[in-house]
């Protein structure tokens, strides 16, 4: 049987050691800190995606807490249907539920069940662990992919700069669909994202979180800098921390502004904007982005 | 011979795959000097696999260790350096 390790003494391990991600991988890093967060009174309904995959590998599971994975879509639907059997049997007061997926489940594959989950009013939270591209299938882009950024199916080339369209805003359509809370975290910002966790589960209704994850593979970085990396996204204004309650936006500042540079250079899918072809106009580009951001959300100042 | 129906899987059971052999570069050696209990190590570690209850405690799990090197990346102390396995053993 199962040797009990010392993980146990410390109660907050409820995603257990021995899964298969990556090393440096930012995703199995940021479910440990939801799962801490959330505590042992949750069902966690998985969608298809390399979380799904590094944590269930046959015959073995990284999850201590009930857990589902049915398919790529239909994430949203099932913890749906779980919230309104936990509701029917008046279970809803003890058990809390939670949803989650990968960039490409949540806003390209499962939005459909997501609207309608949001629409219906459910008592799930839905967390997206944003790593910009369909890692586990080989890094494909996918619609969080973010400009010029090279995958597989976005390659840089003569007659391309990389991905070259937005990356899709989609806490924003969740905050259309005027739900309780939703908020965007990230992996580098550790007791910003266990806060955001606790709010929302304190919080009946749907909620929605995204949460920044690098990914050392697809990305191109050194796994060593996974937490660097994501820091440098929220601090170049390219990923904005922010939460809406009932309507209203509170923002994480940033002390000062990083230029783009700084934040790309560290990936080799921003490469070909350094090379000698050239990149001036698209890192312009990217930079006109962060400070849009940053002047949206009022990210520097008081 | 006694057939398990389903695919039955128990909580936390991935932790017989000891991943500490996928190592290539190297592990954090703790040193023990500075170290001001800040935690930011074991809450960085995607393993899970650091541990430590407070100043100059910390240690990391070698049997899943898969020697990214984060917590030397953030120890704010610099507390934490990677170190070959082939200078140890070699």
Redesign the interface.
């Known amino acids: 049987m199962?040797?009990v390790?010392?993980?146990d003494k410390?109660g907050d391990?409820l995603?257990?050691?021995?899964?298969?991600?990556?090393?440096?991988?930012?995703q199995?890093?940021a479910a440990?800190?939801v799962l801490r967060a959330a505590g042992r009174n949750v069902i966690v309904v998985n969608s298809t995606g390399c979380l799904e995959v590094f944590?269930?590998?046959?015959?073995?599971?990284?999850?201590?807490?009930p857990w589902l994975h049915s398919l790529f879509e239909n994430t949203a639907a099932v913890a749906a249907g779980i919230e309104a059997a936990l509701k029917i049997n008046g279970q809803l007061d003890k058990v809390r539920v939670i949803a989650q997926g990968g960039d490409g489940s949540t806003a390209d594959i499962g939005l459909g069940a997501i609207s309608g989950m949001f629409e219906r009013g459910h008592d799930v939270l839905y967390i997206c662990y944003d790593n910009e591209a369909y890692m586990n299938t080989g890094i494909q882009r996918s619609g969080l992919t973010p400009y010029y950024a090279r995958t597989t199916t976005s390659p840089p080339g003569r007659v391309s700069m990389g991905n070259w369209r937005p990356k899709k805003d989609v806490p924003q359509i969740a905050v259309a669909h005027e739900i309780p809370y939703v908020a965007t975290a990230s992996v580098g910002y550790?007791l910003d994202l266990d806060r955001k966790i606790r709010r929302a589960l304190s919080i009946r209704g749907p909620k929605y979180m995204q949460i920044h994850v690098p990914c050392?593979l697809g990305w191109g970085s050194?796994?060593?800098?996974?937490?660097?990396i994501a820091r440098l996204a929220v601090n170049t204004g390219l990923y904005p921390l922010y939460e809406v309650e009932e309507g209203e936006t509170k923002v994480q500042k940033i002390p000062r502004k990083v230029p783009v540079e700084e934040y790309l250079k560290l990936q080799t899918r921003f490469r070909h904007l350094f090379g000698k072809n050239g990149g001036k106009k698209e890192l312009e580009e990217i930079q006109r982005i962060a400070d849009r951001n940053i002047e949206k959300y009022g990210l520097i100042g008081k | 011979m006694k057939i398990t129906l389903g695919t039955v899987t128990h909580p936390g059971g991935s932790r017989v795959n000891k991943t500490g052999s996928w190592r290539t570069a190297g592990k954090p050696h703790f040193l023990h000097q500075r170290c001001i209990a800040c935690d930011l190590c074991a809450l960085s570690c995607p393993e899970g696999c650091i541990f430590g209850t407070g100043q100059k405690t910390y240690y990391a799990n070698e049997d899943y260790c898969k020697g990214c090197g984060i917590c030397a990346n953030v120890c704010p102390v610099e507390d934490i350096e990677m170190v070959s396995e082939e200078d140890e053993h070699g």
């Open positions: 199962l040797e390790e010392e993980q410390f391990h995603f257990a050691s021995g899964h298969t991600a990556c090393p440096g991988c930012g199995s890093l440990r800190l944590s269930s590998k046959y015959p073995e599971s990284a999850w201590e807490v550790h050392p050194d796994p060593a800098h996974t937490i660097d």
